[in-house]
């Protein structure tokens, strides 16, 4: 069974620094890899996809590695905002299904302080 | 703007009383998904549609039940609530047919019970 694990668990960071979010993941048998950010109370936003032939993607300020051998990605957040002050959930999408059925890590609560 | 709407935002229902919430859906995707999020915790999925091919994942309580009419609309029936069941319920959707099955999730619905 896939389990997915984010560290750190919370995180603050004053305004402009550069920061890395981690997610690693148990069963390396993936199709592709989602980084969502959510608001207090919200839902999910997808930010970036990472398909498993892929080893980065790219987003204005966002960054998105991934080591599929060895069940690992990176967020990279540049130039920190107080907007970006949210959640930041991975998660993962298993071969085989024809479709993706997505399992989650808990989070990285992240505060942005001006 | 395609996109994936439910309603209502904000549900209080009574324990044991039934409750019925609605996902709906203008990218036309053939898989619709319905997760349950508690307090700090990820997202867990519950079942998923392809089509109209009902996939229940196998820790779902049998209290959960859901419906998908049409390829627009999902729904999600909680049978007797429980206290237990009080949560962020996100409905997703994703394309079968693109390489990167990525998800598009609606802004949730919060269900309380008293």
């Known amino acids: 069974k896939q389990e997915v694990t984010q560290i750190p668990a919370a995180l603050s960071v004053p305004e402009g620094e550069n920061l890395v979010l981690n997610c690693s993941f148990?069963?390396?048998a993936i199709y592709n890899l989602q980084w969502f950010r959510q608001d207090p109370g919200k839902g999910l936003t997808s930010l970036l996809l990472i398909q498993s032939s892929q080893r980065e993607q790219t987003s204005g300020r966002l960054n998105a590695s991934l080591d599929k051998s060895s069940g690992r990605s990176t967020l990279y957040i540049a130039a920190s905002q107080p907007g970006d002050s949210a959640t930041y959930l991975c998660?993962?999408?298993p071969l085989g299904s024809g479709y993706s059925t997505l399992t989650f890590g808990k989070g990285t609560m992240l505060l942005v302080s001006p | 703007d395609a996109m994936v709407i439910q309603n209502p935002r904000y549900q209080v229902t009574q324990f044991g009383k039934?409750?019925?919430l609605s996902c709906s859906q203008t990218l036309n995707h053939n898989v619709m998904y319905w997760y349950q999020q508690k307090s700090s915790q990820a997202p867990k999925l519950l079942f998923h549609y392809y089509d109209k091919d009902f996939n229940n994942e196998a820790d779902t309580p049998d209290n959960f039940q859901s419906r998908r009419p049409n390829t627009s609309f999902?729904?999600?029936?909680?049978?007797?609530?429980?206290?237990g069941d009080a949560a962020m319920y996100l409905c997703a959707t994703s394309p079968r047919d693109r390489a990167s099955y990525e998800q598009y999730f609606g802004p949730g619905t919060r269900l309380t019970v008293t």
């Open chain 1, 26 to 28: 148990t069963d390396s």
């Open chain 2, 18 to 20: 039934p409750v019925t």
């Open chain 2, 74 to 83: 999902c729904f999600l029936d909680i049978r007797s609530p429980g206290l």
């Open chain 1, 91 to 93: 998660a993962v999408g």
